[in-house]
């Protein structure tokens, strides 16, 4: 990648508001519409709190995880849906319809190698939740 992709890319992608932190349900998913460079598209939006009374997963690093909501088992947009846990230390999603697991952290399936959904930059910026498209 040279300068001038990578630069051009950094500036095609922007944070934009999501939604507020009060929207959010802990260790759950909700699900949104953002928009892309590809036009839009849903996403899959997980948060894991730490604190003294909501332990943070095992191996989870952050807070916050963005994947596609669209299962690529089922056709169907309900990965925001699935049980949230974890596998192997790492925090996980698994489908509500097909019950195929992927990482939060990278998209990747379990089950599949061949399988990732896309996932995308997200963070907190004081009560606001930010995503990187």
Known sequence: MTTATALKHETEMTWQALCRRADLVPFSGVAAWIETAEGPAQVALFYLPSGP????????????????NHDPFSGANVIARGIVGDLH????????????????????CLEDDAVKLRTWAVRLDGERVLIQA
């Open 53 to 68: 009374n909501t332990p943070q997963l095992p191996g989870s690093e952050q807070a916050l995880y963005a994947l596609d």
């Open 89 to 108: 230390g790492r925090p996980m999603v698994a489908s509500p319809l097909y019950k195929q697991h992927f990482r939060l952290t990278d998209g990747q």
